[in-house]
């Protein structure tokens, strides 16, 4: 089946410590993204690429790093730089050979960090 | 940064009846997108709108796009159960980036 994988669904982290969520996609797609979506509110836009090796940053971007290796993956870091980083992410990717084509999301990691 | 303003926040309806939800924004979009989210899960597209004007139905949703192209409804008709969750609109910029704005979402809960 075709689609996007997150993983683990679930995380927990001591403050102070680095965590990296996955992020792995087999639809073939060039640009990923990665969101952040805390409760009531509409997703924020941490990190994203569109072609391997290269990324830019969000709106968010503060306390993450990104990095583009492969074309079907795109692991986000969260670093003890980030304040609050307990929430729930999610993980997007769309096809650019369309100009307006939607991003489909994956079913996203939700971080605690106690 | 930029934000949509999606209203209503929340709506509690009874099965059967129909719901509307809508999202404004001072800036232009190229492409309006509505998502449903259920707990715990990523976002599901329900409608992508590319032009103004444009109305496009889905099942019992019908979404159409703003003639001034910064703002869009969603409509659903005769709801039932499975139709409760969050329902986000999105707005593309233009270019090509793929950048999407969030309303902050409209919580839908049906009464049996």
């Known amino acids: 089946d075709g689609g996007i994988t997150q993983s683990p669904k679930y995380l927990f982290r001591k403050e102070g410590q680095n965590v990296t969520l996955s992020c792995e996609q087999n639809l073939n797609h060039d640009a990923m993204y990665w969101y952040r979506q805390d409760p009531g509110q509409g997703l924020r836009l941490i990190y994203y690429?569109?072609?391997?090796?290269?990324?830019q940053k969000g709106d968010i971007a503060e306390g993450y790093s990104v990095s583009r290796e492969k074309k079907e993956s795109f692991p986000l870091t969260v670093t003890s730089a980030q304040k609050n980083p307990t929430a729930f992410y999610l993980c997007?990717?769309?096809?650019?050979?369309?100009?307006?084509?939607?991003?489909?999301f994956g079913n996203g990691t939700r971080l605690t960090v106690t | 940064g930029q934000q949509l303003n999606q209203s209503p926040q929340s709506m509690f309806i009874q099965e059967g009846e129909d719901v509307s939800m809508n999202c404004t924004s001072s800036?232009?979009?190229?492409?309006w997108l509505w998502y449903k989210q259920d707990p715990g899960e990523g976002p599901v597209l329900l409608i992508a709108l590319y032009k103004a004007g444009e109305l496009t139905s889905n099942g019992r949703l019908t979404a159409q796009f703003g003639i001034t192209r910064k703002d869009s409804f969603l409509n659903i008709s005769a709801s039932i159960p499975s139709d409760v969750g969050i329902y986000f609109c999105a707005g593309q910029l233009t270019g090509n980036t793929g950048k999407l704005i969030f309303g902050q979402g409209t919580t839908l809960q049906v009464k049996p």
């Open positions: 800036s232009i979009f190229n492409t």
């Open positions: 997007a990717s769309r096809t650019t050979g369309t100009a307006n084509s939607p991003l489909h």
């Open positions: 690429s569109q072609i391997v090796n290269d990324f």
